[in-house]
């Protein structure tokens, strides 16, 4: 399966059979956010839960497990910044403006009708990484 392009069908079938799929990422599949942000290196390993709600929506879980050596902000060294964090959001195939969604299907859809996994990983990412990343002595 290529995560950079899935139908919704097989979207919703990795929900209803509650899969989960193992990534290893390192920062060359990552590029398109960390050139925003100065790094030596990344190793990442997610695990993308799926599974179906009662109410028809799909629980997305992302679960990321690794380091980044990224640059701290007030001394230019560099900092390995460990991750282990889960993040889950609810994905809907309805509009639910100022309900409890994460996201809704037509927020994740390529122009072609297709979902990016990877794009949805590279964003949880980017939210886990510090802002303003500094060594405890830089504080």
Known sequence: MN???????????????RQ???????????DQYLNNQPHKSAQFEVDLQFDTLSTGDIR??????????????????????IIDESVAEIVTSKDTLGQKASLCISDILSDHGKIDLLRLVEDT?????PMHPRHEICL
């Open 3 to 17: 995560i950079k392009n899935i139908t919704i069908d097989e979207f919703n079938r990795l929900a209803e059979e």
């Open 20 to 30: 989960t799929l193992n990534l290893r990422l390192n920062e060359s599949n990552l």
């Open 60 to 81: 997305l879980t992302t679960h990321v497990i690794g380091t980044i050596a990224i640059e701290c902000v007030r001394c230019s060294k560099y900092i390995d910044f």
């Open 125 to 129: 990412i980017y939210l886990l990484i």
